[in-house]
């Protein structure tokens, strides 16, 4: 069973650049949520997705970010016209749809690490 | 607001040498803590999770425990590949987002 994959690993853009980051879930699960992890601070969330539904987006900055997951395909983070203070590591973490649960465990990728020069 | 505060922020240990990482936190009906351990350039990787005070879970030399206001990552007998950052969460909110403090990042030396 793979785990959660993103792509691309490594992204280096220009400064007004658009990036676009991949997330594809675990098999089964119907989650997502994407984290930043800016240099030398903690993770934070950005937004949660269900499938073709933005739930919470309280975390993510007003401007030039977006999301989204579709029916098919992968969850994208898409950040327009990048500066340098969005240099830092993006996960995507998934969690599985478990009718009558509380909570489920969120298993994290191997992240995007978005460059700006 | 709830906040999750680790420490020490790092710690160096000799193998075999064991120690405890804490986790403190505020928030308003804790419904579950987690524990990552987190290598360099790679994602967190699960650990535990916990959801009411007094439990406690077990995973080869990790023990992590939960009182009312903070976990402990218990490590016994570390051994070099137990170097890492180890990132403590809370879930928060009905979207269950997660509020992460900063890590410990621990070495263990041969």
């Known amino acids: 069973n793979a785990g959660v994959m993103q792509n691309p690993r490594h992204l280096v853009r220009r400064r007004g650049q658009e990036a676009r980051l991949r997330c594809s879930p675990m098999?089964?699960?119907?989650?997502v949520y994407w984290y930043r992890q800016l240099p030398e601070e903690g993770l934070k969330f950005m937004v949660y997705?269900?499938?073709?539904?933005?739930?919470?987006e309280s975390g993510m900055p007003k401007e030039r970010f977006s999301a989204e997951f579709p029916k098919e395909g992968p969850s994208i983070l898409r950040i327009q016209q990048v500066v340098r203070g969005d240099s830092a590591a993006y996960f995507c973490?998934?969690?599985?749809?478990?009718?009558?649960?509380?909570?489920?465990?969120?298993?994290f990728g191997p992240g995007t690490r978005l460059t700006v020069l | 607001e709830d906040q999750v505060t680790q420490s020490p922020e790092a710690l160096r240990l000799q193998e075999g040498e064991s120690s405890s990482l804490n986790c403190s936190y505020t928030?308003?009906?804790?419904?579950?803590l987690f524990w990552y351990r987190q290598d360099p350039g790679k994602g967190p990787e699960f650990l535990f999770t916990?959801?009411?005070a007094g439990e406690e879970k077990e995973k080869e030399r990790l023990k992590a425990t939960l009182t009312k206001k903070e976990s402990f990552l218990h490590i016994t007998a570390p051994k070099p590949e137990d170097s890492a950052t180890y990132l403590c969460?809370?879930?928060?909110?009905?979207?269950?987002?997660?509020?992460f403090g900063t890590g410990t990042l621990l070495a263990v030396q041969p």
């Open positions: 973490a998934s969690s599985p749809l478990t009718a009558g649960s509380s909570y489920n465990e969120q298993f």
């Open positions: 928030v308003s009906g804790l419904r579950g």
């Open positions: 969460a809370v879930v928060r909110g009905a979207t269950n987002k997660l509020i």
């Open positions: 098999k089964g699960h119907s989650h």
């Open positions: 997705l269900q499938k073709e539904n933005i739930i919470d």
């Open positions: 916990l959801y009411s």
